[in-house]
């Protein structure tokens, strides 16, 4: 950038455009609520252009990349621009922005106390309402799924436009958040919302949300402004594609056209690894824009599982579609490899309407990266894609094979725009950026994200998530760099991620992304997940229950064996829970247990046959942790059935007095 910072940059940039910005309608939430379905608008640079950035409650602790000890910090909570004073009450301030602009996104894991949008400068808020409610879909006017709860992460897209200034702030603290909003040139016409918006654009709502709700039917193509071209072609409705064998197909057009809609299809003895051996490769006015195995393209990964959004989707019977918009000037070509050892029958339909190519046209892009044996330590920032030139960034797709059930996305996105030294999205989590939350397992579709594939238990196997910047695109005028970290909370190595990004951009853009060899084609095939247990370990929550108060039920740990403890709640400071375990013969024996400890466990007084156990033990820890395996002592067992006795006798100053007890294991061996 020649020194420049990314400030001096988009003030040229505001300076170069601003003249242009007189004769463009006005920005309004109509305008903007038309947007969020208009998949042919993401193929035009925008006009009047704007700078796409984000608040969040990253831990403020990283502020370089030259020092790793700060720059993977994780307290992604709770950070705020200031608190203030406000009629009595303290507000937590996300955003403060100048305008003209718009939010076009907020996320939150756990939205808290009443959401406030000022707008313009004025002391009242042009809206109000609990935050849970707004993000959730609950508040009169913003229906689901403009804003929807989606596998523990809370959204909203309600569009929300000011001319002057932007602030949000809440009167609770202790959440995360995202705040994603547009800068517009100074000069920009912006009508500001107000809160009756909703009521008098109601219709227009109602008719977006009920296009998200069912994305694949609002397609790609604005009514009345497509024609098909007078030359369509068809692929052959089977093509038999031998290893090693390519197929092709060209669009020439006497004038611009562009392409709104694939349709695949794969048939093979072993379809998950047959779509990722099928290359797909595109060809706009003779410049390779998309090179991506076919299966990974339409978003869900390996293993085509079905779901529906905006610009993709999997039906159950396994058809691939995709309704972004491709334009051309004067060509198109699509070329598929069979880079596999088997032969592939793949159904394939391409549909090209008229389209008028114009200053501002661009074309359409799509790269694959993949990683094998990715270490987990030292952290990274992966890089999913660095592009240079003009265009706009649209969306991307990851999938990863997780070896453990340990939770493997807990990095944030980063993302610069044209020189950037420092990110102007900066986020909470990987989860966070694809619009769920808490690593949740729990599978989701929606017009803008989904996870369409969580294989479990908990986050072990594949896991597939994508996200679309519809309204939310991101514009680049010399360059674009998405980084993601790898924050995993397990030490060792993931065996394959990858991920897709979709963006558009002018003629001559360029990326670092490259074209696949075989050897990067083959699909990691982890094993069915079998929980390990300690060697002799007699489980806790496999244990006869002789006697209790309250309630004894199994629940699941990580680093537990077999997953799982015996978990005694309700009970109180003389209540007792008895158990019975076996010893192979009579005679005396070494016992030993593992425990689990937390901040609202309590202090337990153990005998074995009657037997106390020398001192009391004491159960709490700030954090739940699965201890160290401890010896109980020497004791005379019987042949068969033995009790191990536990009698809660308090709790530490510390503690959260709950008086909880959890039991691993135990396990006995002979006493010399």
Not at 100 to 120: F, K, M
Not at 400 to 422: C, L, M, Q, R, S
Not at 554 to 583: M, T
């Given at each position: 950038?020649?020194?420049l910072?990314?400030v001096?940059?988009f003030?040229?940039?505001?300076a170069l455009m601003?003249?242009g910005c007189a004769?463009v ?6 305008s903007?609520?038309?947007e969020?379905?208009?998949l ?5 640079f925008p006009?009047?252009p704007?700078a796409?950035r984000?608040f969040s409650?990253y ?15 994780n307290?992604?909570?709770n950070q705020y621009?200031r608190?203030?004073?406000h009629a009595?009450?303290k ?7 100048d305008?003209?602009g718009?939010?076009?996104r907020?996320?939150s894991?756990?939205?808290a106390?009443?959401l406030?949008i000022y ?9 109000e ?11 009169s006017?913003v229906p689901?799924?403009?804003?929807h709860l989606r ?5 909203s ?10 602030k949000v ?9 995202h705040?994603?909003y547009?800068?517009?040139p100074?000069e920009?016409?912006v009508?500001?919302?107000a809160?009756?918006d909703?009521t008098s ?6 008719a977006v949300?009920a296009?998200?709700?069912?994305p694949?039917d609002?397609g790609a193509r ?5 024609t098909?071209t007078?030359?369509q ?10 290893p ?6 060209g669009?020439n057009s006497s004038g611009?056209?562009a ?6 299809k794969?048939t093979?003895?072993?379809?998950e690894q047959a779509?990722?051996h099928?290359l797909l490769?595109m060809?706009?006015?003779g410049?390779?824009t998309v ?5 990974d393209?339409?978003?869900?990964g390996?293993?085509l599982?079905p779901?529906?959004s905006l ?6 019977d396994g ?7 491709m ?7 699509i070329d ?9 029958r793949l159904?394939l339909?391409?549909?090209p309407?008229r389209?008028?190519w114009t200053s501002r046209?661009m074309h359409f892009?799509?790269?694959?990266r993949?990683?094998?044996e ?6 990274q920032d992966?890089?999913y894609?660095t592009?240079q030139?003009k265009?706009v ?6 999938a990863?094979a997780?070896?453990v ?13 044209d020189?950037?030294t420092?990110?102007?999205h900066?986020?909470?989590g990987t989860?966070?950026y694809?619009?769920y ?12 994200h989904?996870?369409p594939r969580?294989?479990g ?5 594949w896991?597939?998530?994508n996200r679309?910047?519809?309204l939310?695109?991101i ?6 760099r998405?980084?993601?970290e ?5 030490e060792?190595r993931v065996?394959e991620m ?6 558009y ?13 075989p ?6 095939t982890l ?7 300690v ?5 806790g ?7 209790k108060?309250?309630?004894v039920t ?5 680093h537990c ?8 709640r309700e ?7 008895v158990?019975?375990?076996p010893?192979p013969?009579a005679?005396?024996y ?7 400890m937390a ?5 337990v007084?153990?005998s074995v ?5 020398a001192?009391?033990l004491?159960?709490f820890n700030e ?6 395996e401890?010896?109980l ?5 019987h ?5 191990l006795a ?16 959890g039991l691993?294991y135990?396990?006995v061996a002979p006493a010399?």
């Amino acid at each position: 950038m020649n020194g420049l910072t990314s400030v001096a940059v988009f003030a040229l940039f505001v300076a170069l455009m601003t003249a242009g910005c007189a004769s463009v309608p006005p920005v309004t939430t109509r305008s903007l609520l038309a947007e969020m379905t208009d998949l042919d608008a993401l193929a035009e640079f925008p006009h009047p252009p704007y700078a796409c950035r984000q608040f969040s409650s990253y831990d403020r602790a990283s502020t370089t990349p030259d020092d790793p000890e700060t720059w993977f910090a994780n307290a992604d909570v709770n950070q705020y621009l200031r608190v203030e004073e406000h009629a009595g009450r303290k507000e937590w301030v996300m955003m403060d922005a100048d305008g003209p602009g718009a939010i076009v996104r907020i996320w939150s894991a756990n939205p808290a106390g009443t959401l406030r949008i000022y707008l313009d400068g004025a002391e009242t808020p042009a809206l109000e309402a609990p935050m849970g409610d707004f993000l959730g879909g609950k508040v009169s006017g913003v229906p689901e799924p403009i804003a929807h709860l989606r596998s523990a992460g809370w959204n909203s897209y309600l569009p929300i436009p000011y001319a002057r200034h932007c602030k949000v702030t809440s009167d609770r603290d202790g959440f995360y958040y995202h705040v994603n909003y547009r800068t517009y040139p100074a000069e920009t016409a912006v009508t500001t919302f107000a809160a009756d918006d909703l009521t008098s654009l109601a219709p227009e709502i109602a008719a977006v949300a009920a296009k998200l709700a069912s994305p694949r039917d609002c397609g790609a193509r604005p009514s009345g402004t497509w024609t098909t071209t007078s030359d369509q072609e068809s692929w052959p409705a089977d093509l038999e594609l031998p290893p090693g064998h390519a197929t092709s197909h060209g669009f020439n057009s006497s004038g611009p056209a562009a392409i709104v809609e694939l349709r695949a299809k794969v048939t093979a003895p072993n379809v998950e690894q047959a779509a990722r051996h099928l290359l797909l490769i595109m060809e706009f006015d003779g410049q390779q824009t998309v090179v991506c195995p076919l299966g990974d393209f339409f978003g869900a990964g390996p293993g085509l599982r079905p779901y529906a959004s905006l610009p993709l989707g999997i039906t159950d019977d396994g058809e691939l579609w995709s309704h972004w918009v491709m334009p051309f000037r004067k060509s198109a070509r699509i070329d598929v490899h069979n880079l596999g050892s088997d032969p592939v029958r793949l159904t394939l339909h391409a549909t090209p309407s008229r389209r008028e190519w114009t200053s501002r046209s661009m074309h359409f892009h799509a790269g694959w990266r993949i990683g094998r044996e990715v270490p987990t330590r030292p952290f990274q920032d992966w890089n999913y894609a660095t592009m240079q030139g003009k265009g706009v960034f649209a969306g991307a797709a990851f999938a990863i094979a997780n070896p453990v059930k340990t939770w493997w996305g807990e990095g944030d996105e980063k993302i610069y725009v044209d020189g950037e030294t420092f990110p102007s999205h900066f986020g909470t989590g990987t989860e966070d950026y694809y619009g769920y939350a808490w690593g949740s397992n729990q599978l989701f579709t929606h017009a803008y994200h989904n996870q369409p594939r969580c294989d479990g238990p908990v986050n072990y196997g594949w896991t597939a998530v994508n996200r679309w910047h519809i309204l939310d695109r991101i514009p680049f005028r010399q360059d674009f760099r998405f980084d993601m970290e790898l924050w995993h909370w397990w030490e060792g190595r993931v065996p394959e991620m990858s991920v897709v990004t979709y963006w558009y951009a002018r003629p001559g853009a360029t990326t670092n992304r490259t074209t696949p060899v075989p050897a990067d084609l083959r699909v990691t095939t982890l094993p069915p997940y079998v929980a390990p247990r300690v060697a002799g370990a007699i489980e806790g929550e496999e244990m006869l229950i002789v006697q209790k108060t309250g309630e004894v039920t199994p629940q699941g740990i990580d680093h537990c064996s077999n997953d799982q403890h015996l978990w005694w709640r309700e009970g109180k400071p003389g209540d007792q829970l008895v158990l019975s375990f076996p010893a192979p013969a009579a005679g005396r024996y070494h016992v030993f247990a593992r425990f689990v400890m937390a901040r609202d466990y309590g202090v337990v007084q153990l005998s074995v046959n009657d037997q106390p156990v020398a001192e009391p033990l004491d159960l709490f820890n700030e954090r739940v942790k699965v201890a160290d395996e401890r010896p109980l002592g020497v004791f005379e067992l019987h042949a068969g059935d033995n009790v191990l006795a536990v009698k809660i006798v308090g709790a530490n100053e510390k503690a959260e007095p709950k008086f909880m007890f959890g039991l691993d294991y135990l396990r006995v061996a002979p006493a010399e």
